[in-house]
C-alpha cells in the first residue's frame, strides 16, 4: 500500500471518528499544504475540502497565489482568497512590537481565518506541518501549528517531497524553494542554515538517538539540537499546573 494510500485512509478514520466529513487546509503555494489538500481530497471527496489562500500585501509574492490556486483547480476544490494585510496594517497595540511578534502576527490571523471558516462549515482545519518543522519548532505556536490534525506530522520534509510526486502535484510547487514567506525575500534554507536534505539526515540521527549527539559533532549538528531542545514548548501539548 502506497503512503498516500495509508494516510489518506487515517485521515478518513480520524474525521470519521469525530463526526465531521469536510475540512479545510490554508493553500500557500508551497509543497506542504499542496500534498496536505491532495491527501484530503483522497479521504474525503473534492466536494467536502475548502482551500483558503490567505496572502498579505506586500509581502505574499504573486506566484504564491498562482500556485495555490493551480493546485486547488487541480484536485477540484472550492476556494476562497481572503487578504489579511488589511487586518495587519489595523492592529496597533498599545505596546511596542517587536520582529518576532510582528512577523507572527500574520500566521496567527490566517489561523484564525482558517477556524473561523471551518466553524462556518462544521469543518475541521487540517495542519501542513511536517515533522522536520515540528521537531526543529520552526512554525508559529497557535498560528500554523494550530490544527485539528497534522496530516504530515511524521514525515520529513524530504519524504514529503516524495509524496508530492507520488501524487503528482504540479513540479513547479515540488521545485521550489520551500518558504514561509514571514517577510519578502524569505526561504527556508537561508534562515535554517541548510537545506532540508542535510537538515534531515540530522534530525533522524538525533532521534535515532535519544537526541543526544556524540562528542565530535560538528557545530551545525550541536545548532540543531539546540532548536529542537529550545523549541519543544512550540509543539507540546499546553502544560497543566
Not at 106 to 112: D, E, H, I, K, V
Not at 143 to 150: H, K, L, N, P, R
Request: charged residues 25%; contains cysteine.
Amino acid at each position: 500500500m502506497s503512503n498516500a494510500k495509508i494516510i489518506s485512509d487515517k485521515l478518513k478514520k480520524f474525521c470519521s471518528e469525530r463526526g465531521f466529513n469536510q475540512a479545510v487546509v490554508g493553500l500557500s503555494g508551497g509543497v506542504d499544504s499542496a500534498v496536505t489538500l491532495a491527501l484530503a481530497v483522497q479521504a474525503l471527496g473534492a466536494e467536502n475540502v475548502f482551500g483558503l489562500i490567505l496572502p498579505r500585501q506586500n509581502v505574499s509574492s504573486n506566484e504564491s497565489k498562482n500556485l495555490a490556486e493551480k493546485v486547488a483547480e487541480q484536485f477540484g476544490v472550492q476556494v476562497h482568497e481572503f487578504e489579511i494585510g488589511e487586518l495587519i496594517e489595523k492592529f496597533t497595540p498599545p505596546w511596542e512590537q517587536n520582529h518576532l511578534a510582528e512577523i507572527n502576527l500574520a500566521p496567527r490571523l490566517r489561523m484564525t481565518a482558517l477556524y473561523h471558516f471551518a466553524n462556518s462549515q462544521n469543518a475541521l482545519v487540517l495542519g501542513t506541518s511536517n515533522r522536520s518543522e515540528i521537531l526543529l519548532g520552526y512554525g508559529t505556536k497557535f498560528g500554523d501549528f494550530a490544527a485539528d490534525v497534522e496530516v504530515l506530522g511524521n514525515l520529513f520534509k524530504t519524504e514529503v517531497f516524495e509524496l508530492a510526486r507520488e501524487l503528482e502535484v504540479p513540479a513547479e510547487i515540488i521545485d521550489r524553494p520551500p518558504t514561509a514567506e514571514l517577510h519578502a525575500g524569505q526561504t527556508d534554507a537561508a534562515e535554517l542554515g541548510a537545506n532540508y536534505k542535510i537538515i534531515d539526515e540530522i534530525l533522524q540521527k538525533l532521534e535515532k538517538n535519544n537526541f543526544e549527539l556524540p562528542s565530535d559533532s560538528t557545530e551545525f549538528e550541536k545548532k540543531i539540537l539546540a532548536r529542537v531542545l529550545g523549541n519543544k514548548h512550540k509543539t507540546e501539548c499546553t502544560p497543566v499546573l
